[in-house]
């Protein structure tokens, strides 16, 4: 057994803020935690002194695009000059740019451009990062996307959860014919990759740019009859009720959610669905309406924050910087900041065996060369972080 000791706790668990434990210690028996509490009180073990320093749960990135080909700095420069976002996408740009250059990308070259953005994340204490596909919007390259994703597993130390976003935006070649679109290449995409065991969640976008409600619906009746758990980006641009629609179906979160409205929030809080708020893409695209967080917080809605890591709404490798944006564009506080970025991150994922520290989770730890937890929200351009140590191991 291992002792992590001569530190500050924030386990995110209990009724003191952050679950805070001043000189605490941590014992760990092989990938597990076996004890949490005062150093005074500790287990015998293998002293590994952490210099007083703060330890947290390993974050967590709950919604990221970082498998894919090509960039979209062109279109940063046209929103500069006054192009909406919704202007680009219709024009041909936007994820529909981004898609034609990951289908001619192979499985190589998408793990290969991955990996710099995946070691981004890690470098910010990051030890899960959900992927999804949604570039491909074929069956042949959404199954490459997923397969990218999980290979980036077996060359880093971390947890890759992968999610279907084959209702990501309807094709060119599918244009005004979204229903066939699902039909013939979203669902059976879905359908091979879970055969291939490719998908741990299936997501969609409904909006007005995207797929309806009622497709939305299709793909999570298809996905429900796989047995698997769903998600959706949810009221970025309007008030489609898609956030309501996730959650009749029980879904482990809504995303984005500026336009979300009370009849959503009371959906969400009564099944459970996590609010994924998301900073980088309202300050990348320049949003001025900003979610609902009073209303959530009020109604109990758990939130989680994350990059959205995407080449071209929220080009952002930073959970640090996503964490302060919450705090200062949306006003979370910054223990808010921290849950949405363990507890409430994990459960967004589905995850019941992290995200915080307790006897029984991994040992996905984050130590930080910070005195109080609000330090990983108040500053920005910096990062506190001084070691990861994965599954137990430093």
Known sequence: MRLFTNCTAATMDGPAPYGLIPDA?????????????????????????????????????CHTHIVHGGHRAGE??????????????RAGGGIISTVRAT?????????????????????????????????GLDIDTELNMLRAARRLATLRPVTIRTTFLGAHAVPPDYKDRADA????????????????????????????IAFSPAQIARVFDAAKALGLPVKLHAEQLSNL?????????????????????????????????????LPGAFYAIRETKAPPIAALRAAGVPMAVSTDMNPGTSPMGSVLLAMNMACTLFR????????????????????????????????DLAVWAAETPAELSYRFGFNPLHSLILGGKA
């Open 241 to 277: 009720h898609g956030a309501a629609l996730a959650a009749s179906y029980g879904a482990l979160s809504a995303d984005h959610l500026e336009y979300l409205d009370d009849a959503g929030i009371a959906a969400m809080a009564k099944s459970g669905t996590v609010a994924t708020i």
């Open 332 to 363: 979370l506080t910054p223990e808010e900041a921290l849950k949405g970025t363990t507890i409430n991150a994990a459960r967004a994922l589905g995850l019941t065996d992290r995200g915080r520290l307790a006897p029984g989770l991994r040992a």
């Open 25 to 61: 210690a941590i014992a760990v028996e092989g990938d597990r935690i076996a004890w949490v509490g005062p150093r005074a009180d500790a287990p015998k073990g293998e002293a590994v002194d952490l210099g007083g320093r703060l330890v947290t749960p390993a974050l967590i990135d």
């Open 181 to 208: 679109y699902l039909t013939e290449a979203c669902l059976p995409a879905l359908s091979a990759a879970h055969a291939e065991g490719l998908v741990d969640a299936v997501d969609g976008f409904c909006e007005g």
């Open 103 to 135: 289908r001619a990308a192979t499985v190589d070259g998408l793990v290969a451009s991955a990996l710099p953005r995946l070691d981004a994340l890690i470098a910010d204490g990051v030890a899960t990062v959900e992927v999804k596909s949604g570039y």
């Open 76 to 89: 940063f420069e046209q929103r500069l000059l006054g192009a909406s976002y919704e202007e680009i996408a």
